[in-house]
C-alpha cells in the first residue's frame, strides 16, 4: 500500500466527490488512496497523493496538433479513463502496404502472406507487420463494436457523430492477386483512419502499435510497440528476484512493450501505468530462441542490471522484434551501447553549453532561477538536503526558499523528483527522513525516495555523495554543493553575521543586494513549517546565514534540523567555518546525459525498495538526444566547450559498475604538459595494495619525476582544507576521526615511504619543492570587538590542466569516490574549443577561453591579487610566481596567523605533548589587538601553507579499542 511512502502516515478522513475539476475532494472508496497523513515534528498533517488531472488539462492534451508532452507520460491512466485520444488532433494518418512476404504455415501446405503496413502521422513513421487473418479480425471487431454503441442512447454534447458504414473487406478476401489484394488493404486502412469512430477504437490502437506514449517528441522515434507477454524476474541484482533465481521461480504477465531509441519499457495496459524501464548500455544484447530464453518463439533482452524475456506469438514474430530492437539501438541508442573514452557511460558532447561557479552564491542563484523557470521536471539529488536553504540573499522573504520554490512549482503541474542518500543514523546527523517528509508534505507532486536500505542491501559505509538538478532533463547543475546549509558562500569568506550594518570581516566587501521579492511581493514573512517558530519579519533582514545556517561543524556539528531557524552555535562568540567550493552547469545532450543517469538511479531505486513500487512513486522515461539542442532557457554566461560526463557508481548504488571519473583525473595528469591545479576535500592516494589502491597521487609522483628527468618545469598546485570536517577540540588533538583522515592525508603527501615527498626526494631530494605545493585557506575578522581566525574549508573537487581543461565534481580524491564500488560520485570533463592569448613558461600560449577564467579566479581570490597590481598570475609555471608569488605568498599568511592566534594545525606542534604544554600560551591578538591588526594588513588573500610537520611524531590511526578504530580502514580512505 504506497499510502504510507515510508513515513510515519495514517490514512485521513476527507469529503466525498467527484467530476473532473482536480480541485474536488477524492470519490469515496478511494480515498485510501489519494489522502495520507505525514508526521511532521510530531504533528499529523494531511496530504494528497496523485491529483487526478482536470478537464482543462485534458483537452489541451487533446488538442495538441504538433506534439504531445512528457507529462503525458505521468498520467497514462487519466488519459485512458477520460478516452483522450493518442493521435494529434488535425493530423492526419496515412498508411501503404510497402511489402509482402510469403511464408509456409507449420502444416507445410497453405501459404501465408505477411503484409508490411508503413504508417506516417506528421512527423512520425513506422512499420507494423499483419497477416490478412488480422485484418479480418480487426473489421470483426469494427463491426460489434459500431453496432453496440448504435444501440447506446447519445449525449447531447457528445463531440463526434458516428460516421458512415465501414468499408468492406470482403474484395481482399476474394482477390487472388497478391498485388490487387496489397492494394486493396491498404485503401481500406485509410478509409478506416479517416473515420474518428474507428481510428481512436482500442482494437484499432493495437492493430496499429499505437499508445499515448506514441506520439510524444521528447521521446523521439515512434519505435517498436505491441503486447507481448514477459516472465517476471531476470534482475541481475542480488535480492530483486524470486529466491534469487528467476529460472525456478517465474510467471507470465501480459504487458505492452514499448522501444524508444535509448530504452524500453512495459506497462500494464489495464492499469495505465509504466512498470519497467530499460535502459541501453554497453551490456545491450537481443537474443532469440529457445537456447536463450527457455521458451518457444522467446526473445531474451539483456542490459547491466536485467535479462528480461518476453514470448511473441509466433517464430516470425519473435524474429521481427528482435530485429527492430536491434535496428533502433543501433541507431538511436548507439551512443549508449558502444565503449566511450575512460570506459564512460556516455561520449564527448561537442559544442557544448557550460559554465563554472567557484563558491556557492553564484551556483544557488542560478540553481534558484532554472528551478522557477522549470516547465516539466525537475530532477534533485543530494548527499543531504535542507528544504529551508535560501538561494539568493540576503532574504527578504521566503520567496527564494527552496522549499517554497518546489511547492510553487508542483503547484503548476511540475513534477519533482528528489533522492536522498539515506544515511545511517547514529554516524551521521543529516536527518534525511526530516528533509523526505517536508518535502512530501508540500504537495502531491513532489516525491522523495531515500536509498540505500542498510540492512536488506547490506550497504552500510557507502554513500549516494553526488550533487544535480536537473531542469526538464536540457540544464543540468552538478559539482560539489548540496543544496543544504552551510554551503552558500562567496569570495569574502565572511567569518562573521550578527546582521549589523556594515561588515566584520577582513577583506570583504558591499554587503550583497537583498534578495528580490517574488512577482507578487513576499506574501508569506514566517517562512517556517506550521507548528514551528521561525523568523518573524525578513522584511529587514541583513543576516546571510539564518537560523542552522551559520555554522562551524568542527565547533559542533548539526543538531535539531527539525528547528531549521534556530541558531545551534551563538554567533556572537563564535566565527563561522567559511565554505570554498566548485561547481558547474551544462546544456542540451550533457544535461540529458545527467538526467539519464538520474532516472537510472530512480528507477533503480524504485524496484530495489518495496515501498517505492506503487505507481505513486512513478518509472522516469529519459528524452531523446534528437532533441536535446531545443532549449527551454539558457543559464547567462554559459559557453561552448567539449564535455563528458563522469560517474563513480556500482550495483548497489545504480545497477551498474563504473570508474570513469578515476580514470579521467589519471589520463588528464598523465597528459598534463606544464600545470595541475588541484582543490579537494581530500587528498587520499599513492597505492599500496593494501590500505589505499587509487593511483591518482603515483600519476602525479610519474608525471613530476618525467618533468625532473627531461629537465622541463612543470607544476603542482594541491589546496586542501587545513582540517577534516569532523567535530573536535584541535587543542586536544581533535578527536579520532580527525586524526584518521590526517593520518592518511600526511601518509599520501608526506610520511611514509609510499607519500609523494619520500619518492620525490629519492630522485631529487629537497628540489620536490619546485614542483609541488601543498596549501590550505584561512581567513580572519573581527568578533565583538575581538580578533577571531578561522579555515576555510575547502569542500572543492576540481582539477585544471594546462589552462585548456577542468573537471569538476563531486568526487574526492579518495577510494571512496575514486573506485566506483564504493561511495556513488559525478564529475564533468569540459575541454576548450575556443582559445585565447595569455602566457605559459613565459612564452606566448593559446589557453582555453573557460579554463582560463577559472584559474585566473580562483588565484585572484587565493591571492588577493586585486589588491596587489604588481602581482602577474597570468603565468602559472614560471618560476617568478610559483616561488615568488605562490610559495612566499603561503608561507608568508602562514607566519603571520602563527604570530597572532598561534593558529593551529601548525608545523609548531609535532606532538601531543607541545600541544599541551603550550596550551596556556598568550596570543598577540590577545595581548596586543593594535599589533595584531598591523600584523593582519600584511595578509594577502587566502592562501597559507599546509603544516606538515603537524603532530609528525604522532601515530594518528584511532587506537584499536576506540569506536574509531573497530570502523573498517575503507571508511576513512
Not at 261 to 273: Q, R
Request: proline share 5%; with cysteine; net charge neutral.
Amino acid at each position: 500500500m504506497y499510502g504510507r511512502v515510508n513515513l510515519d502516515s495514517a490514512v485521513a478522513a476527507a469529503g466525498s466527490g467527484g467530476g473532473c475539476s482536480a480541485m474536488s475532494a477524492p470519490p469515496e472508496g478511494v480515498l485510501e488512496e489519494t489522502v495520507v497523513a505525514v508526521r511532521v515534528d510530531g504533528n499529523l498533517r494531511p496530504f494528497q497523493t496523485d491529483l487526478p488531472i482536470n478537464c482543462d488539462e485534458l483537452d489541451c492534451l487533446g488538442d495538441a496538433t504538433e506534439e504531445r508532452p512528457l507529462l503525458i507520460a505521468y498520467h497514462l491512466k487519466d488519459l485512458r479513463d477520460s478516452n483522450v485520444p493518442p493521435f494529434l488532433k488535425g493530423v492526419p494518418i496515412t498508411c501503404s502496404v510497402v511489402n509482402t512476404e510469403r511464408h509456409t504455415t507449420r502444416s507445410k501446405v497453405r501459404i501465408c502472406t505477411l503484409y508490411s503496413v508503413r504508417l506516417t502521422h506528421g512527423e512520425f513513421s513506422w512499420t507494423v507487420k499483419r497477416k490478412f487473418k488480422h485484418f479480418q479480425e480487426l473489421h470483426r471487431d469494427l463491426q460489434t463494436h459500431r453496432m453496440f454503441m448504435s444501440l447506446l442512447p447519445r449525449s447531447a454534447n457528445q463531440r463526434e457523430p458516428l460516421l458512415g458504414e465501414i468499408p468492406t473487406l470482403h474484395a481482399a478476401d476474394r482477390t487472388r492477386r497478391t498485388s490487387s489484394k496489397q492494394k486493396h488493404l491498404e485503401q481500406y486502412l485509410n478509409s478506416l483512419l479517416e473515420m474518428s469512430f474507428c481510428r481512436n477504437y482500442h482494437h484499432m490502437l493495437e492493430f496499429l502499435d499505437v499508445s499515448p506514449l506514441s506520439f510524444i517528441k521528447d521521446l523521439g522515434p515512434k519505435g517498436l510497440e505491441g503486447s507481448i507477454l514477459k516472465r517476471s524476474g531476470g534482475h541481475r541484482i542480488q535480492g530483486l528476484n524470486c529466491f534469487g533465481h528467476h529460472q525456478f521461480c517465474y510467471r507470465w504477465s501480459r504487458r505492452w512493450l514499448v522501444v524508444k531509441d535509448s530504452f524500453l519499457l512495459y506497462m500494464k495496459p489495464e492499469a495505465g501505468v509504466v512498470s519497467f524501464v530499460l535502459l541501453f548500455d554497453p551490456e545491450f544484447r537481443v537474443q532469440v530462441g529457445r537456447s536463450y530464453t527457455a521458451t518457444k518463439y522467446g526473445v531474451c533482452i539483456q542490459n547491466f542490471a536485467r535479462t528480461l524475456i518476453i514470448k511473441c506469438s509466433s517464430y516470425r514474430q519473435a524474429q521481427w522484434w528482435s530485429h527492430e530492437i536491434q535496428r533502433l539501438a543501433k541507431e538511436g541508442g548507439r551512443e549508449f551501447v558502444s565503449p566511450h573514452r575512460f570506459d564512460a557511460f556516455v561520449p564527448i558532447r561537442e559544442n557544448t553549453l557550460a559554465k563554472w561557479y567557484v563558491n556557492g552564491s553564484g551556483y544557488f542563484a542560478d540553481v534558484g532561477q532554472a528551478l522557477e523557470d522549470a516547465k516539466e521536471e525537475i530532477f534533485i539529488t543530494d548527499w543531504w538536503l535542507s528544504p529551508e536553504v535560501f538561494m539568493k540573499r540576503p532574504a527578504n522573504g521566503d520567496h527564494w526558499r527552496l522549499d517554497q520554490i518546489l511547492k510553487r512549482k508542483a503547484e503548476q503541474g511540475v513534477k519533482v523528483c528528489v533522492l536522498l542518500f539515506k544515511e545511517v543514523e547514529l554516524a551521521l546527523g543529516i536527518n534525511s527522513d526530516y528533509s523526505k517528509r517536508t518535502l512530501m508534505s508540500l504537495h502531491p507532486n513532489i516525491k522523495v525516495m531515500r536509498h540505500p536500505d542498510h540492512v536488506s542491501s547490506v550497504v552500510v559505509l557507502w554513500a549516494h555523495h553526488e550533487k544535480l538538478v536537473v531542469i526538464d532533463q536540457s540544464v543540468a547543475f552538478m559539482g560539489g554543493l548540496d543544496l543544504a546549509y552551510g554551503r552558500w558562500d562567496d569570495h569574502c569568506y565572511r567569518l562573521t553575521d550578527t546582521g549589523c550594518d556594515g561588515t566584520e570581516t577582513q577583506g570583504a566587501e558591499t554587503q550583497p543586494k537583498a534578495q528580490e521579492p517574488g512577482p507578487n511581493g513576499s506574501e508569506h514573512q514566517n517562512g517556517a513549517p506550521e507548528g514551528e517558530e521561525g523568523p518573524q519579519d525578513l522584511r529587514d533582514n541583513r543576516k546571510l546565514w539564518l537560523g542552522k545556517d551559520y555554522s562551524n561543524f568542527i565547533v559542533r556539528d548539526w543538531v535539531q534540523l527539525d528547528r531549521p531557524f534556530e541558531d545551534f552555535i551563538d554567533r556572537n562568540k563564535t566565527p563561522r567555518m567559511p565554505w570554498r567550493d566548485v561547481a558547474a552547469v551544462v546544456h542540451g545532450k550533457a544535461a540529458r546525459d545527467l538526467a539519464r543517469h538520474f532516472i537510472q538511479r530512480w528507477n533503480f531505486t524504485k524496484i530495489f525498495k518495496s515501498k517505492y513500487k506503487h505507481h505513486f512513486y512513478p518509472c522516469l522515461l529519459p528524452k531523446s538526444h534528437s532533441t536535446a539542442e531545443e532549449l527551454p532557457f539558457r543559464v547567462p554566461g554559459s559557453q561552448r566547450a567539449r564535455v563528458q560526463i563522469l560517474r563513480s557508481v556500482d550495483r548497489w548504488s545504480a545497477g551498474t559498475c563504473e570508474s570513469s571519473i578515476l580514470k579521467a583525473y589519471i589520463d588528464t595528469i598523465d597528459n598534463s604538459q606544464h600545470y595541475i591545479y588541484i582543490e579537494n576535500q581530500f587528498f587520499i592516494s599513492c597505492a599500496d595494495g593494501r590500505s589505499v589502491q587509487n593511483g591518482i597521487g603515483d600519476a602525479i609522483v610519474k608525471r613530476i619525476l618525467r618533468a625532473h628527468s627531461e629537465n622541463k618545469p612543470y607544476r603542482v598546485f594541491v589546496v586542501l582544507p587545513l582540517l577534516p570536517g569532523f567535530e573536535g577540540d584541535i587543542t586536544t588533538g581533535g578527536g579520532n576521526a580527525i586524526q584518521a583522515i590526517l593520518h592518511f592525508t600526511y601518509r599520501t603527501m608526506c610520511r611514509g615511504d609510499q607519500s609523494i615527498v619520500a619518492r620525490l626526494k629519492v630522485k631529487m631530494q629537497d628540489r620536490w619543492r619546485e614542483f609541488i605545493s601543498f596549501s590550505g585557506l584561512r581567513s580572519h575578522a573581527c568578533l565583538q570587538d575581538s580578533l577571531v581566525t578561522e579555515l576555510i574549508y575547502v569542500h572543492s573537487k576540481m582539477l585544471i590542466a594546462d589552462d585548456r581543461k577542468y573537471i569538476i565534481g563531486s568526487a574526492n580524491i579518495n577510494d571512496r569516490s575514486m573506485l566506483g564500488s564504493r561511495d556513488s560520485e559525478l564529475a564533468v570533463l569540459v575541454e576548450d574549443s575556443e582559445s585565447v592569448p595569455s602566457l605559459m613558461g613565459g612564452q606566448e600560449y593559446q589557453a582555453g577561453k573557460l579554463a582560463l577564467a577559472l584559474r585566473l579566479e580562483c588565484f585572484r581570490v587565493l591571492l588577493g591579487s586585486d589588491g596587489a597590481p604588481s602581482i602577474d598570475i597570468r603565468d602559472p609555471i614560471s618560476d617568478e610566481f610559483f616561488q615568488g608569488v605562490w610559495q612566499k605568498t603561503a608561507a608568508d599568511n602562514a607566519e603571520i596567523y602563527e604570530t597572532v592566534f598561534r593558529c593551529l594545525p601548525s608545523d609548531s606542534f609535532p606532538s601531543l605533548r607541545s600541544l599541551k604544554d603550550r596550551a596556556g600560551e598568550e596570543k598577540l591578538a590577545n595581548t596586543d589587538p593594535q599589533g595584531a591588526r598591523e600584523k593582519l594588513a600584511g595578509v594577502r588573500g587566502h592562501l597559507v601553507q599546509f603544516p606538515l610537520d603537524f603532530l609528525s611524531e604522532e601515530s594518528l590511526l584511532p587506537p584499536l579499542n576506540s569506536r574509531e578504530g573497530m570502523i573498517p580502514v575503507e571508511v576513512w580512505t
